[in-house]
């Protein structure tokens, strides 16, 4: 669990909209859903809120837009929190970071099909000392129920040899020649 200071807190881990703001009960009342509810997708991995030295939940903008997200998922589509959760964990990781193939070996998100890559019990050296609420492949949920179109990206980029990066300042994948990743 990553602590933050009050001061760390005042001062911001980025500026960006990772900043967190917001309380539990704030943050059940902008995604009109319950605090019991957000504890429990914290329990089920589908988010991580940040925590005060205190234990108190925050949640920033991109935490806001994903449990909307969610939400999303569970009231328009049908989704379950197993699926919405399976749904996570096909993202391929291993694909967007620069994993090597005996990297993959090692990291517990490349054999799993049930938890997301920031559940994994066996990180990846490419992936061990990030925090995870920082990882583009955390945002990339937040394109919601575009995800197919994501995969449609993803392949297409492999496919013409070109790599694909991934930011986690506006959300979006874009091609670059940069950051080539092979398959």
């Known amino acids: 669990m990553n602590v933050l200071s009050r001061a760390e807190l005042l001062q911001g881990p980025t500026a960006n909209h990772s900043m967190p703001l917001y309380t539990i009960s704030i943050a059940a009342k902008l995604t009109n859903t319950t605090v019991y509810t ?3 997708y914290e329990d089920k991995g ?3 809120p940040h925590r005060t030295r205190t234990g108190r939940r925050l949640y920033s903008d991109t935490d806001i837009t994903r ?3 969610i939400r999303e998922h569970i009231d328009q589509q049908g989704l379950n929190i197993a699926g919405i959760k399976s749904l996570m964990a096909m993202i391929p990781c291993w694909l967007l970071k620069p994993c090597t193939p005996e990297e993959c070996m090692q990291c517990g998100a490349y054999e799993s099909n049930t938890d997301p890559c920031w559940q994994a019990a066996n990180k990846s050296p490419a992936c061990r000392d990030e925090d995870c609420r920082y990882c583009p492949i955390y945002h990339i949920p937040e394109r919601c ?3 197919k179109s994501l995969y449609k990206e993803l392949l297409g980029s492999i496919g ?3 790599g694909v990066k991934v930011t986690a300042d506006d959300h979006d994948i874009s091609n670059s020649r940069d950051n080539q990743i092979s398959p």
């Open 38 to 40: 957000l504890r429990m």
């Open 46 to 48: 589908l988010i991580i």
């Open 67 to 69: 449990l909307r997200c």
């Open 145 to 147: 129920a575009d995800v």
């Open 160 to 162: 013409s040899g070109e």
